[in-house]
């Protein structure tokens, strides 16, 4: 698993994927992991089939015993297939999902952790000095959806907004925006039920101040990158399934 | 999953349908009784001696059904247990797998207490199931007992039959069907007790 640290403050953000040893015919994903002195919040930590390597990266940066928070922006097998293991690792800790995937969710099982239902307005998440903003993304793609903005760092993690598939050993950062468009054009046409919902998104977003636009699949977009992703979802037609 | 996981998952299912099939012939068998007892009420004195052995049958009847009700309920404890065994191993599995790739991270070592007590638990589980078996097996016991002695009732009523004059024929039925359902009960649990007992407490 490679480990891209891409905030370093008072606290740190780091980002995991890139996962040579995943099966070839499962989703490669984006794991972020927001570290302060004493805790570490995990999000969306990914599936069942990369508990092991993911567990492991993390030991990198946390003892077991301070990974005390879980994020699940939706309830996608990618995002949190891998809650009854971390159910099961981990002793006093919370997940942060949606409030209406809680009797969903609770299918991989969530006994010893605490589920912290999100509402659909959104909220917060508090990590010792760190308030980490959770912004309702209903719709894009799943009806019950959050991506998390740190307005200190800068990031906004978008769950599958400017997801792209690549190689394994692709760079982590959008390096040719141009060329970066048609690995995600399809996905964003076809995952993303709607215009209307997508539209609401982009007016919150444009207000925000982002330096690092994190997605759960594919290269982070930084800087100027940023935006130019924002103005071409804006003129993409999505839904076209129907 | 593993093969030994498979068996078991296996073995559990199975007990669940062969009971399916003793309530069944138990519940033939209640009826027999009550057919028997009405032959036997018209027959008066001429099956004097099968009159006691509706009743005992009936009740028989009564009995296995209400045991294979409390097995059944008892298997389902069993797949349960099946099922969070299955899952505990999984995850004692990952665990270790995480530990050995954590080789050389700074906090490698804070991933023994989880592998700890995930093969506690796991092991905790895998002893539950062959306490549970090993009662489970005691209960298929008992049935297997009445199937026994519903055939032991079964020849008695054929030497009262053989008394009852015009009614030998319709009693003679009645202890054949008895015969037959207490062969299908025994075979049945035979089955189950022969899948399970691999899995019995030594
Ligand atoms: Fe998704
Ligand atoms: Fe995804």
Redesign the pocket.
């Known amino acids: 698993m490679k480990m891209t640290k891409i905030y370093e403050g008072s606290h740190q953000w780091i980002m995991f994927g890139r996962d040579e040893g995943k099966p070839d015919n499962i989703?490669d994903?984006n794991q972020y992991v927001v570290r302060t002195p004493n805790r570490c919040l995990l999000l969306?930590p990914g599936g069942a089939e990369l508990f092991a390597p993911m567990m492991a990266a993390v030991l990198h940066h946390a003892p077991v015993d301070q990974i005390t928070d879980l994020f699940a922006s939706h309830q996608?097998p990618?995002?949190i297939s891998s809650l009854g293991l971390w159910d099961q690792a981990l002793t006093n800790a919370k997940l942060h999902a949606p409030a209406i995937w809680e009797g969903f969710l609770r299918h991989y099982s969530c006994e010893s952790i605490e589920y912290v239902p999100i509402p659909d307005n959104g909220g917060t998440i508090k990590l010792e000095s760190v308030e980490l903003q959770l912004i309702p993304a209903h719709y894009l793609h799943s009806p019950g959806n959050f991506h998390v903005y740190d307005p200190q760092a800068k990031i906004l993690m978008t769950?599958?907004v400017g997801?792209a598939f690549e190689a394994p050993d692709a760079p982590v950062f959008v390096d040719n925006f141009a060329a970066h468009v048609e690995k995600m054009r399809h996905w964003h046409q076809r995952m993303m039920p709607s215009n209307q919902a997508k539209r609401v998104w982009i007016e919150r977003v444009r207000n925000m101040d982002i330096d690092i636009l994190a997605p759960?699949?594919g290269r982070m977009f930084k800087g100027d990158d940023v935006k130019r992703f924002l103005d071409w979802f804006d003129a993409l037609q999505v839904g076209i399934a129907v | 999953m593993t093969n030994q996981t498979k068996s078991q998952f296996i073995a559990v299912a199975s007990i669940t349908s062969e009971l399916s099939a003793v309530m069944v012939v138990a519940k033939e068998i209640s009826l027999a009784a009550a057919n028997a007892k009405a032959i036997a009420f018209r027959a008066g004195d001429k099956a004097k001696g099968f009159q006691p052995i509706t009743d005992f049958i009936n009740e028989l009847a009564k009995e296995t059904i209400e045991l294979v009700t409390n097995i059944n309920i008892y298997a389902l404890v069993l797949y349960r247990l099946t099922v969070d065994e299955y899952q505990k191993t999984a995850a004692y599995n990952k665990f270790e797998l995480a530990a050995k790739m954590a080789e050389g991270a700074v906090y490698a070592k804070s991933m023994q207490e989880p592998v700890d007590h995930a093969r506690l638990s796991m092991q905790d589980c895998q002893r539950q199931f062959k306490r549970d078996v090993s009662q489970l097996l005691g209960q298929l016991e008992a049935v297997m007992h009445h199937a026994r002695a519903a055939r032991v009732i079964a020849a008695n009523s054929r030497i009262e039959a053989s008394q009852a004059g015009e009614y030998l024929q319709s009693l003679q039925a009645v202890a054949e069907s008895v015969d037959k359902a207490a062969h299908t009960i025994h075979d049945n649990v035979q089955r189950c007790r022969i899948a399970l007992s691999i899995y019995r407490n030594s």
């Open positions: 989703i994903t969306d996608d990618d995002v769950g599958d997801a759960q699949h």
